[in-house]
């Protein structure tokens, strides 16, 4: 099993969304912020949101295994090896890059 590489790329606010259902005050999300990075295999990162994480772990859980197609029906992303995926934040997603990696995951000791 390989590390997958997150990269945090956006963070967003649905700022009609967040006006009409949000609280008062609402932001994009405190606990990413773009440009951060994150390795992962089977188990979430330290300091990853745990929302985020089920989000997006069955992709973690493909590439850190081997997935190398294009996903889907060959009509979502063109480079094999890579996801770009958002947490479940309907107000505020958080959009990340997925990359697989050369990187073993070592079990913990």
Known sequence: MKKVKITILKTTLQEDLAKEYGVDG???CPLMKEG???YAD???PEGFCDEAWKAIYQY???L???ASEIWYYSDWIKTPGVA???CNDGL???IMKLEATEIEALPEE
Do not use: C
């Open 64 to 66: 850190a295994h081997g």
């Open 26 to 28: 609402l932001t994009t």
């Open 42 to 44: 089977y188990a979430r």
């Open 92 to 94: 505020r997603p958080v």
């Open 84 to 86: 770009i995926v958002s």
């Open 36 to 38: 951060e990075v994150y």
């Open 60 to 62: 973690v859980f493909a």
